[in-house]
T-cell receptor, first 114, second 110 residues
Framework: DTGVSQNPRHKITKRGQNVTFRCDPISEHNRLYWYRQTLGQGPEFLTYFQNEAQLEKSRLLSDRFSAERPKGSFSTLEIQRTEQGDSAMYLC????????????FGPGTRLTVL | AQRVTQPEKLLSVFKGAPVELKCNYSYSGSPELFWYVQYSRQRLQLLLRHISRESIKGFTADLNKGETSFHLKKPFAQEEDSAMYYCALSKSNQGGKLIFGQGTELSVKP
């Protein structure tokens, strides 16, 4: 297990297209988080899962965004009808269920919307 | 609303000089505070957390609830400390999500 992985690492798309990102957390980590990071800013929370249940969604997550974690393992983040403002780094993190456990981050997927 | 503020976007020091990266937070309860670091071309990783009260790579951070601050300090900076540093807070009753500051880029010159 080499840590949290994300695919693709880079995605360039045209405005209006749909995109989907995948996150594979560390095995046995039952909590999975998605964050978005724009240039010059820190990561901003989008949503998180405990196993397959999506427990919280940020107001940043508009109706065009949807996230799933169907079997409590990998997760996907889909953006429909992309806009230029969606251009950002999308980060995934995972951790065990204990509050004291550390969140481990993936390398991120950089989205560019033309 | 919970907020984390890092007032300096860039901090530049010479090797061997002391370093202090500032972090202030606003939260009415008792959050957990963290410092995350991102070295060039690497992923974000935890540097230290206030409940651990430990020193990592020579860095320490003390939680000051009165001043709502969690400044990161190192007495003698090294060139390999050059990186982006993010302060973050988390609340146990909010699923552990992290709220990050804007980040401070530390540049240590030879």
């Amino acid at each position: 297990d080499t840590g949290v992985s994300q695919n693709p690492r880079h995605k360039i798309t045209k405005r209006g297209q749909n995109v989907t990102f995948r996150c594979d957390p560390i095995s046995e980590h039952n909590r999975l988080y998605w964050y978005r990071q724009t240039l010059g800013q820190g990561p901003e929370f989008l949503t998180y899962f405990q196993n397959e249940a999506q427990l919280e969604k940020s107001r940043l997550l508009s109706d065009r965004f949807s996230a799933e974690r169907p079997k409590g393992s990998f997760s996907t983040l889909e953006i429909q009808r992309t806009e230029q403002g969606d251009s950002a780094m999308y980060l995934c993190a995972s951790r065990l269920d204990r509050y004291t456990d550390t969140q481990y981050f993936g390398p991120g997927t950089r989205l560019t919307v033309l | 609303a919970q907020r984390v503020t890092q007032p300096e976007k860039l901090l530049s020091v010479f090797k061997g000089a002391p370093v202090e990266l500032k972090c202030n937070y606003s939260y009415s309860g008792s959050p957990e505070l963290f410092w995350y670091v991102q070295y060039s071309r690497q992923r974000l990783q935890l540097l230290l957390r206030h409940i651990s009260r430990e020193s990592i790579k020579g860095f320490t951070a003390d939680l000051n609830k009165g001043e709502t601050s969690f400044h990161l300090k190192k007495p003698f900076a090294q060139e390999e400390d050059s990186a982006m540093y993010y302060c973050a807070l988390s609340k146990s009753n909010q699923g552990g999500k992290l709220i990050f500051g804007q980040g401070t880029e530390l540049s240590v010159k030879p």
